[in-house]
């Protein structure tokens, strides 16, 4: 069974800092794209960024020079370091990672989400 762990949200002031983490376990023989999404309430689920398998990144304009998303191939892990958060920053925080295992093949995983709450 894979498994994705996150961990990192919190509660911070506006023009902090968070990191979050999000580590996959199991039968992993590889990560492909990895990446993040955020959820406020009454909104629908969005991207925060993306890490794909050959090294792009991709992020969402309004966290772009401020999100930084990086991936970890050997601890199959990706991370997600935010600086400079706004309130408007305060959603839960998803990791997505599609991978291919031994067994199962190609699969689309989430996390369980973690708050992120940016005070003003």
């Known amino acids: 069974q894979v498994q994705l762990v996150e961990s990192g949200g919190g509660l911070v002031q506006a023009g902090g800092s968070l990191r979050l983490s999000c580590a996959a376990s199991g039968s992993i023989f590889s990560m492909l794209t990895m990446g993040w999404y955020r959820q406020a309430p009454g909104k629908q689920r969005e991207l925060v960024a993306t890490f794909s398998r050959g090294g792009s990144t991709n992020y969402a304009d309004s966290v772009k020079g401020r999100f930084t998303i990086s991936r970890d191939n050997a601890k199959n892990t990706v991370y997600l370091q935010m600086n400079s958060l706004k309130p408007e920053d305060t959603a839960v925080y998803y990791c997505?990672?599609?991978?291919?295992?031994?067994?199962?093949?190609?699969?689309?995983?989430w996390g369980q989400g973690t708050q992120v709450t940016v005070s003003s």
């Open positions: 997505n990672a599609e991978l291919l295992t031994y067994y199962d093949g190609r699969g689309d995983y």
